[in-house]
């Protein structure tokens, strides 16, 4: 394949879609086609990410291709620092080749023994680093070789053609994903998806019909003035595993944490239908998140450490989700009387004895057996609200 059409394959390809995938493919197979004895590729980036630290998308000729993911931790740090490419940073080197079928000491690193074993015959790396403040600091893609003379310098000049418009192409295609990545863990899926699509002014928003779901924790002040900050930080993010995957799983949206609690959203399509489906997963994630806190807490005596108690509300109202704050400095959220509501009933579980508390208006619209727990005077309601929780098993 003529290496000027496949870049500009490419640029093409880059620009009109955010697929990896379909472009490693037809790289690697317009190489192979052009004579390149292809037999493994890997495009390395590092990632932004709470999960992992860098991804990997891999090539094997007569495979197709495989992702992974490069977990945060101790082992990837050690097999990271035993790499060539790590080692390649530290001499400030873009290119690097080995010969696989002939070991000494310049190839004694895990990965390159591990291509050996499979039959590889020579390994090439080419890094190219990203302008400084774009998110990423640049792209290693490695080529391997079963050829028994390895790679020639035909081979070589030709991948050295196309490497600087893949490069980008992964450039482009990196800080997409990047971008939404980065916006969902700190702003929520669905919110960020808004925002990326535009709904950025100040003002800008809807009013939604909505599940409301708020939670706090008990004591956690009290407990913040005599515990080690950073065990504070750990206890606090193992509540919100337990009481925040239910939100997602049933699915809603934590619009916000709280200091020691979260704001979440369920929100509801078609009010008019009754019951309501969307405020039944929102009580099943409430219901849920408490019993995976009171695990918690139970993991918690046992190890003679503290626990956290957790008060929960939910709520059902129209709230207005857009954009709140100056002209710079924007927070996604809701507001409304609603969420007023919602805090206001929360503030009575200690006092009621329940930790679990649901509104007048959200159970109207439930289809499960509700428990009455009585009738509550809050400050801002036109009327008492009477509030329920779901019966002890």
Same mark, same amino acid.
């Not at 969902?184 to 100040?202: C, F, H």
């Not at 159970?363 to 509030?387: D, F, N, T, W, Y």
């Given at each position: ?20 995938? $379909? ?12 004579? @390149? ?231 509801? &399509? ?47 109202? $129209?709230?207005?989700?857009?954009? @709140? ?13 609603? @969420? ?43 009327? &008492? ?5 779901? &019966?002890?098993?």
């Amino acid at each position: 394949m003529d290496m000027t059409d496949l870049t500009r394959w490419i640029a093409e390809h880059a620009t009109a879609t955010d697929d990896y995938d $379909t472009l490693l493919a037809r790289v690697c197979e317009g190489l192979c086609a052009s004579g @390149v004895p292809l037999w493994r590729v890997s495009v390395m980036t590092p990632a932004i990410d709470p999960m992992v630290r860098g991804v990997s998308l891999n090539w094997h000729l007569g495979q197709g291709l495989s992702f992974v993911p490069n977990p945060h931790g101790a082992e990837q740090e050690a097999d990271w620092l035993r790499s060539p490419i790590f080692a390649m940073l530290e001499r400030d080197e873009n290119f690097g080749r080995w010969r696989l079928d002939s070991p000494g000491p310049e190839t004694d690193y895990p990965v390159l023994h591990d291509l050996r074993a499979e039959g590889g015959t020579e390994y090439a790396v080419h890094i190219v680093g990203f302008a400084p403040g774009t998110a990423l600091r640049g792209v290693a893609i490695s080529f391997c070789t079963r050829a028994r003379s390895g790679f020639s310098e035909a081979d070589l000049r030709a991948i050295a053609e196309v490497l600087p418009v893949l490069a980008l192409a992964v450039a482009k295609l990196g800080l997409g994903h990047t971008l939404r990545e980065v916006t969902a863990t700190y702003l929520g899926r669905s919110t960020a998806e808004r925002v990326l699509d535009g709904q950025i002014q100040r003002g800008q928003g809807r009013a939604v019909p909505a599940a409301i779901l708020l939670t706090d924790l008990r004591g956690f002040t009290a407990l913040s003035d005599r515990a080690d900050p950073y065990d504070m930080v750990t206890w606090l993010n193992e509540h919100f595993d337990a009481l925040g995957d239910p939100v997602a799983r049933h699915g809603g949206e934590i619009l916000k944490f709280l200091g020691d609690g979260f704001l979440a959203i369920f929100p509801v &399509p078609d009010a008019g239908i009754l019951p309501c489906p969307v405020c039944s997963s929102a009580l099943d994630a409430a219901a849920d998140g408490l019993a995976a806190n009171a695990v918690l807490n139970q993991r918690r005596r046992e190890a003679g450490l503290p626990e956290l108690t957790a008060d929960c509300v939910v709520h059902f109202g $129209t709230v207005v989700y857009g954009n @709140v704050g100056t002209e710079r400095r924007l927070d996604f959220t809701v507001i409304g009387r609603a @969420v007023n509501e919602a805090s206001r009933i929360e503030s009575q579980c200690e006092a009621l004895g329940h930790a679990l508390l649901i509104s007048d208006s959200f159970a109207e619209r439930c289809s499960r057996a509700l428990e009455a727990v009585g009738i509550i005077e809050l400050r801002g309601l036109a009327r &008492p609200q009477k509030v329920w929780t779901l &019966p002890a098993e």
